[in-house]
Nanobody
Framework: QVQLVESGGGLVQAGDSLRLSCAASGRTFSGYAMGWFRQAPGKEREFVGVTSSSGYRRYYTSFADSVTGRFTLSRDDAKNTVDLQMNSLKPEDTAIYYC????????????????WGQGTQVTVSS
C-alpha cells in the first residue's frame, strides 16, 4: 500500500505561481510512477501530469495540453516527495488537485492511478 498526502493548496490570483507537494509513505517510493490529477466543480477528474520512476529506463514526464509549458513535476526519492510547480495560473486551473501513484515504473496520460491522495484545493481568482 501507498499513502499519499498533499499540501500547498490555496487561493491565488491569475498569473501567480503555486507549488503543491505530495508526501508518500508505504512501499518503495522510487519504484512507482507518480502524478497529479485534478477535478473542477461539476467536471470529471482529469489528468494533469505524470513522471516515471527514477529507475525507469528513460526518465519521463508528460503533461496535459492545458498545462504544458506552465506546470512542471519534480520528485525526490530520498524524501519520498513529488512536487507540482504551477506557474502562470489561470482561473480555469481552479480545482481539487490529487496526488497519484501507479504500481508500475511507467504511466502515461491514459493510465489510471492505483493510489490517490485526499486532495488539496487550488483556487485561482481573476
Amino acid at each position: 500500500q501507498v499513502q499519499l498526502v498533499e499540501s500547498g493548496g490555496g487561493l491565488v490570483q491569475a498569473g501567480d505561481s503555486l507549488r503543491l507537494s505530495c508526501a508518500a509513505s508505504g512501499r518503495t517510493f522510487s519504484g512507482y510512477a507518480m502524478g497529479w490529477f485534478r477535478q473542477a466543480p461539476g467536471k470529471e477528474r482529469e489528468f494533469v501530469g505524470v513522471t516515471s520512476s527514477s529507475g525507469y529506463r528513460r526518465y519521463y514526464t508528460s503533461f496535459a495540453d492545458s498545462v504544458t509549458g506552465r506546470f512542471t513535476l519534480s520528485r525526490d526519492d530520498a524524501k519520498n516527495t513529488v512536487d507540482l510547480q504551477m506557474n502562470s495560473l489561470k482561473p480555469e486551473d481552479t480545482a481539487i488537485y490529487y496526488c497519484t501513484a501507479y504500481s508500475g515504473s511507467y504511466a502515461s496520460a491514459t493510465s489510471w492511478p492505483d493510489y490517490w491522495g485526499q486532495g488539496t484545493q487550488v483556487t485561482v481568482s481573476s
